[in-house]
């Protein structure tokens, strides 16, 4: 075998799921599925109706294997008893066509399209699922028996137990642990009872397939042979035991792994779990099926509540790594494949495997003459280099199904992700090959990859000549300081060995430009909105200057929180600014930007102290200011109307009132209040009943001072005469009161002109460190 060659006979083919592409949920009697009730019934790519054009793809691709799923509530629409002849028609016809073109078919039976009506009498909670999923395997089976010939029972149990009954953000939807544990037992009996009456039924290869994410820490992801603390080999090995080992353990062994049984009895009992059960979940398969798309990067972390998808993960945190990743988000680290394969031949010596499932979402732009795809071809390939290296070691793998045919139906996520070879517009359903198509069809044709290697060293030698990932490589050529000196050395040897000339892929691997900047909005506190939008109005004009392109992205809701860090670990933008004029509520969404490793800088002195460097005024500066005037125009009794202390401002704008009376030898009289001008006047009302020689009210923002200055005319205390009256901001609205009103102006345009500085410095890589824009005191009437 060369140096690029697959072995011979090796099944080269691709993967797709009935729900992501058939279309046609209400055709020729089919019965509704737990994913059209949580999602609508859905077009998806109209695969009913055009699967002879789909086989031509295939055809084109020159696959060998086509892995499809059969819809359950297709052929038995009630999930159980009546069998719908129609449904099984579709499949046969199916079969045939492939036959037809020379494709061999592979039929996996649930791919987490479980008929509503089987949900509604309690889903994979209840053990009748499991029987009623044996005899519609056998009814299947009776009809394409004698023309398909692998069998896979069910695709990613753990997701559908997991992601379907404890977080809930599949369907059904339901968000119970003890459902979840249930679940996965029912789905791996339901397994094991299906595998029992596919082989009494003649079938010649049963199968199982499994998601695999190697689980790791961060630093795992940099150096695969890192050595763990003793916590976090303890994260890593709990995150194994509940995605991979419940699963793994009682099919091929017969046993749930010891460290798994306590942590389902706390959840959900033991019940459940029948004597006899787990000799029918391990009974013998020809083929476990591995879908590999990212490691899982956890460490340890003792208050870090549970995942709902990993029940009894208390005390472990999954973590964002600062690596290439794709559109979805998923870190791309080939070299966890080879990990992977070697640890599951080491432990299940005699388990013939298949990667069943491997590929990526990325943006896809379609050009004048095509859809050119590197991204996703550079995946592929290093996927692909990794498996050959893993095969050359021994590993059992007889197969690698591409995910997938088409750009479809992404679950939960809709269709805004593209997997597929090949493109689908959903409004003509017109399919075009994208460059990875015709790269993959080369690949199959030649049973490899291609021999010729570049000439000039890629990213990838160095990383593989150095042992550490590309992201690592990335960060040294870009001389991060976040790389351990034995790693920077490694990589500099491999570096000068090689005679790597760094490109502008490699500098750009960890910060991907896209020229687009995300410009995050959260809600502005009462009195900030002029700050937004002359901000936005000013970074938008200076950065567009700068030929960058602006994202605006709304963040008030925890889902939009969550729908821009999606954004940002997908690297579909540079930078993120972040306009929190309320700090205090936004600083959990900035943690999980810094977490992301893009650039991002704030409006704003955020109340966590971190590195991120923000544009902020000089709160205490301008209260000081304000203050030093109230006391020069012989103010002797000061007050001041505080807003809520949370807010990092209000708390700067007190020290500096207090510095400055400090000063002066005199203390504060405080009255607190919220943001609004009716709690101003509830706060001034009772500094005059409290101190009845007071002579001068500051406020910490200008709505505060109107109300203020409202009490004072309805207590007849004349301003500025008897008592006067200062505030912060320098709303439009202080003008025009009557006496018009004395505040501390904070620049808009200084600070807008700062942040985008700001962003614009961080994105070349230069030392930044955070802004103070001077303010500048405003005397009106009222002083
Ligand atoms: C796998 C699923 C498949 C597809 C890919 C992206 O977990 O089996 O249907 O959604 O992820």
């Not at 750009?508 to 809600?523: E, G, H, K, W």
């Not at 209000?650 to 009716?678: K, M, S, V, Y």
């Not at 500094?687 to 406020?699: C, G, K, Q, T």
Request: glycine share 8%.
């Amino acid at each position: 075998m060369s140096r690029a060659a697959f072995p011979e006979n090796f099944v080269w083919g691709v993967s797709t799921s009935a729900y992501q592409i058939e279309g046609a949920n209400v055709a020729d009697g089919r019965g509704p599925s737990i994913w059209d009730t949580f999602s609508d019934s859905q077009t998806a790519c109209d695969h009913y109706h055009r699967y002879t054009e789909d086989v031509g793809l295939l055809k084109d691709l020159g696959v060998t294997a086509y892995r499809f799923s059969v819809s359950w509530p297709r052929v038995v629409p009630g999930g159980s008893g009546r069998v719908n002849a129609a449904g099984l028609d579709f499949y046969e016809k199916l079969v045939d066509e492939l036959l037809g073109a020379g494709i061999t078919p592979y039929a996996t039976l649930y791919h987490w399209d479980l008929p509503q009506a089987l949900e509604d009498e309690g889903g994979w909670a209840v053990r009748d699922t499991a029987r009623h999923f044996a005899d519609y395997a056998r009814v299947v089976h009776d009809r394409l028996g004698d023309r398909v010939d692998t069998w896979f029972t069910l695709n990613e149990p753990w997701v559908a137990a997991f992601l379907g009954y404890g977080s809930g953000i599949h369907a059904p939807g339901r968000t119970s642990p003890a459902d979840a544990f249930r679940s996965a037992h029912h789905l791996l009996l339901a397994h094991g009872l299906a595998t029992g009456a596919l082989r009494a039924a003649g079938a010649s290869k049963v199968g199982l397939i499994l998601n695999f994410g190697p689980v790791m820490t961060p630093g795992q992801v940099g150096d695969l042979s890192m050595e763990l603390a003793e916590e976090d080999a303890e994260a890593v090995a709990r995150i194994d035991t509940l995605m991979h080992r419940q699963f793994l353990e009682p099919v091929l062994r017969g046993a749930y792994p010891a460290d798994l049984l306590p942590l389902v009895e706390r959840t959900a009992g033991l019940d459940h779990i029948h004597e006899g059960d787990l000799a029918d979940i391990s009974r013998p398969i020809d083929l476990l099926g591995v879908n590999y798309y990212a490691p899982t990067v956890v460490q340890a972390q003792p208050s870090q509540p549970a995942d709902p998808a990993y029940p009894g993960s208390a005390g472990i945190l999954f973590c964002t790594v600062p690596t290439a990743v794709t559109a979805m988000g998923w870190p791309i680290v080939p070299n966890a494949l080879p990990l992977l394969l070697r640890r599951l031949s080491r432990e299940y010596p005699d388990t013939q495997l298949m990667i069943t499932e491997n590929g990526a979402d990325f943006v896809d732009v379609i050009t004048g003459d095509g859809i050119h795809d590197v991204d996703r071809i550079n995946f592929i390939e290093e996927h692909l280099r990794a498996l050959r290296v893993s095969i050359e070691e021994g590993a059992r793998v007889g197969g690698y199904l591409l995910w997938s045919l088409l750009d479809c139906l992404e679950w939960a996520d809709g269709y805004q992700r593209k997997f597929g070879v090949y493109h689908v517009d959903f409004a003509t359903q017109r399919r075009r090959p994208k460059d990875s198509a015709y790269w993959f069809r080369d690949v199959i044709k030649r049973n490899g990859l291609a021999e010729s290697r570049p000439k000039r060293p890629t990213l990838e030698t160095v990383a593989a000549r150095a042992g550490v990932s590309r992201a690592t490589v990335s960060r040294v050529v870009n001389g991060e300081a976040a790389v351990s000196s034995d790693v920077r050395t490694a990589v500099m040897q491999a570096v000068q060995e090689l005679g790597y000339v760094p490109n502008a892929a490699a500098r750009s691997l960890v910060t991907r430009r896209t020229d687009s900047i995300a410009l995050v909005l959260s809600v502005p506190r009462p009195g900030g909105e002029a700050l937004t939008a002359a901000v936005v109005q000013y970074v938008t004009s200076v950065l567009e200057g700068a030929g960058k392109r602006i994202t605006l992205m709304v963040a008030d809701t925890a889902e939009s929180h969550r729908r821009i860090v999606q954004h940002a670990e997908a690297r579909l933008v540079d930078a993120v600014i972040l306009l929190p004029p309320s700090p205090d509520r936004t600083d959990t969404l900035t943690e999980r930007l810094i977490r992301t490793g893009l650039p991002t800088v704030l409006l704003g002195k955020p109340s966590v102290a971190s590195l991120v460097p923000y544009v902020d005024v000089d709160n205490s500066g301008g209260a000081a200011a304000v203050t030093d005037h109230l006391l020069s125009a012989g103010r002797r009794h000061l007050g001041i109307i505080c807003g809520p202390l949370d807010l990092v401002a209000i708390q700067d704008r007190l020290t500096g009132h207090r510095t400055a009376l400090e000063r002066a030898g005199r203390h504060p009289l405080i009255a607190t209040a919220n943001l609004t001008t009716h709690s101003g006047a509830a706060a001034a009302r009772q500094l005059l009943a409290d101190n009845p020689r007071l002579d001068a009210v500051f406020a910490t923002t200008d709505h505060l001072a109107i109300g203020a200055l409202r009490a004072a005319r309805e207590a007849g205390r004349r301003v500025p005469d008897d008592l006067a009256i200062a505030g912060f901001d320098d709303i439009e609205a202080a003008s025009c009161t009557t006496p018009s009103l004395t505040t501390v102006q904070a620049p808009v345009a200084d600070q807008a002109m700062a942040l985008a500085r700001l962003l614009l410095s961080r994105l070349e890589g230069r030392h930044t460190t955070s802004v103070i824009v001077p303010t500048r005191l405003v005397v009106r009437e009222s002083t």
